[in-house]
Nanobody, 116 residues
Framework: QGQLVESGGGLVQPGGSLRLSCAAS????????MRWYRQAPGKERELVAT????????NYADPVKGRFTISRDNAKNTVYLQMNSLKPDDTAVYYC?????????WGQGTQVTVSS
């Protein structure tokens, strides 16, 4: 059974940076598309960023373009989300997701709070 464990969340001031990590185990990480989602209080979960299996193609939601960078290290079975120029609107629980056809795995989420 596949598992995903996120880490790196916390409290940061507006304009600051955080780097989230998501460690995978129990499945063939290198062939899965990886995504980061987030869910703010009272809002639906939204897709933030996507990276293909080889790491050569990425996509971002408009609100985070130019500020967030998704990357992966297939040798370490880990996907990252570098978040710069953080805003209060980025406050949410961030989840990583692994997808291959109908197979989906989710992490438990990590809280990111942007506040002064």
């Amino acid at each position: 059974q596949g598992q995903l464990v996120e880490s790196g969340g916390g409290l940061v001031q507006p304009g600051g940076s955080l780097r989230l990590s998501c460690a995978a185990s129990g499945f063939s990480f290198s062939i899965y598309v990886m995504r980061w989602y987030r869910q703010a209080p009272g809002k639906e979960r939204e897709l933030v960023a996507t990276i293909n299996s080889a790491g050569g193609s990425t996509n971002y939601a408009d609100p985070v373009k130019g500020r967030f960078t998704i990357s992966r290290d297939n040798a370490k079975n880990t996907v990252y989300l570098q978040m710069n120029s953080l805003k209060p609107d980025d406050t949410a629980v961030y989840y990583c997701n692994a997808g291959l056809g109908n197979i989906k795995y989710w992490g438990q989420g990590t809280q990111v709070t942007v506040s002064s």
